[in-house]
């Protein structure tokens, strides 16, 4: 397990579902600090800014 990015007072953090085919970003599930909201997210492995995808979301896919 490896931590990527800092953590924030307003999420609990990324449920890893997949990593990009290149292996740069990762596709996750962020919640927030209630566990009533969900966002399908992107982030660089390496650290660095969350990218929303969809917001009140649940399921994550690579595919479109």
Request: proline letters at 3%.
């Amino acid at each position: 397990m490896r931590r990527v990015g800092q953590p924030t007072s307003v999420t609990r953090g990324v449920a890893g579902s997949g990593l990009s085919k290149d292996g740069s970003t990762i596709l996750g599930l962020q919640s927030d600090r209630t566990g009533n909201g969900y966002t399908v997210v992107a982030l660089p492995y390496g650290g660095g800014a969350v990218r929303v995808l969809a917001r009140d979301a649940i399921g994550t896919s690579w595919s479109r």
